[in-house]
């Protein structure tokens, strides 16, 4: 198992990015992240390149199809799959979502939770299943939504119960935050203040589209804009720094652009390097 520092910045590993990723420089990215669900039995020309990928720098994993907080019974065989991926390729970070993605077949969209304490129960469960066949801890992601379901609770305090409830650690995507706090009329510095930092394992940042001054899309298909460096800039400040990803998706520019915004993360990361890092949640 590769445990990524602190201060590392890393790249999405994208097969439209492939030809890139396989020339760039070892230096260029700290870390790359895959999709398991994604190349879980691939082989050829795909397969080939990942192993190289995997041989050059370490990888994280971040899940897409578990649905931990639908209906039907965890996928099994998927997540057998997963902790065998995971040994494989030394994966020392392994994240999922905070949503559900399957009702009688894959929606292929990650739908939000309602904000209940019955929703609180089922998806701590399951998580904790997750962690039980995986034989890892795991973080969840604060995900990004448009219309919000029952919220007997404040999204905040629906995260904060689930984290604990379930014993896990939370990637804190930094543009759902501010996303959603656009959207949904909260106070994203507010929403920061009351993060538990002793569980935040890692960021993502990412690009969205402005729809509206009151509507913002999280598409992953452009580059990271002003107010969200600046609300990165300030978990760092307040929890101090953690592996950082830039996600992209699709409209891929010429890698040194995207390398710029990763070389961006790692000066970031150095400016608030003397920042104390909270003890994590289960030492």
Avoid at 36 to 60: K, T
């Amino acid at each position: 198992m590769r445990t990524l520092p602190s201060l590392s910045a890393g790249l999405g590993l994208r097969r439209g990015l492939l030809p890139s990723l396989l020339a760039m420089d070892d230096a260029a990215v700290d870390f790359l992240e895959v999709a398991p669900d994604n190349w879980i039995g691939v082989g050829g020309q795909f397969g080939d390149a990942l192993s190289e990928l995997s041989a050059r720098f370490p990888l994280s994993c971040h899940g897409l199809s578990l649905s931990l907080g639908g209906s039907a019974p965890l996928d099994m065989d998927l997540l057998r799959a997963t902790r065998q991926f995971n040994d494989r390729h030394g994966i020392g970070l392994y994240s999922e979502h905070l949503s559900y993605c399957a009702d009688d077949g894959h929606l292929y969209d990650l739908m939000p939770i309602p904000f209940t304490d019955e929703a609180i129960g089922h998806v701590a469960a399951r998580i904790r299943q997750v962690q039980d066949v995986l034989g890892r801890r795991i973080a969840v992601e604060n995900v990004s939504y448009y219309a919000a379901p029952y919220q007997a609770l404040a999204e905040i305090d629906f995260i904060r119960a689930v984290l604990d409830e379930a014993d896990c650690d939370l990637l804190l995507d930094v543009n759902n935050l501010y996303v959603n706090a656009i959207n949904h009329g909260y106070d994203a510095q507010a929403f920061l203040a009351r993060l538990p930092g002793e569980r935040i394992a890692s960021y993502h940042i990412a690009g969205h589209f402005d729809e509206a001054a009151d509507l913002k899309v999280d598409t992953h298909g452009a580059p990271v804009k002003a107010d969200v460096w600046s609300l990165l800039d300030s978990a760092y400040r307040r929890f101090g720094v953690r592996p950082t990803l830039l996600e992209r998706d699709f409209n891929f520019p010429p890698l040194p652009e995207l390398l710029a915004e990763t070389d961006r993360i790692r000066a970031m990361q150095t400016s608030h390097a003397d920042v104390a890092q909270p003890e994590p949640a289960h030492a």
